[in-house]
């Protein structure tokens, strides 16, 4: 599993890579690899800003374990788009919290295929 040290020295190796620390800074999130994400911690995830969580894309949200998606905050998953909901396979998305659940956005929620 890459380290904090490992993403901060790959993400440094770009200039474009928008990095500070461990955590991507948005909006370019997209220059840290999707394995790089999937490589965080739960607590990491839990850290994340909300704008770099609108910044995941799509295969970043599908690349997280259970334990990465129930980590989302309810503050988190209420600015979650539909395609980043729809990105979250079903049965990591029955590991969401009542809180979560219920701080999901009604607009995501209704644009959900």
Known sequence: MLQPESINSLASQ??????VGFIPM?????????????????GQIAALTGDQVRA????????LSTGQIASFTPGQTIILSASQLNAIASD???ALTTDQLTA?????IANLE
């Open 14 to 19: 770009s200039s474009n890579s928008g990095c």
């Open 26 to 42: 948005t909006p370019k999130l997209s220059g840290v690899a999707t394995t790089q994400i999937a490589a965080l911690s739960t």
């Open 56 to 63: 995941l894309t799509t295969t970043q949200i599908s690349s």
């Open 92 to 94: 990591r998305f029955l």
């Open 104 to 108: 999901l956005n009604p607009s995501a």
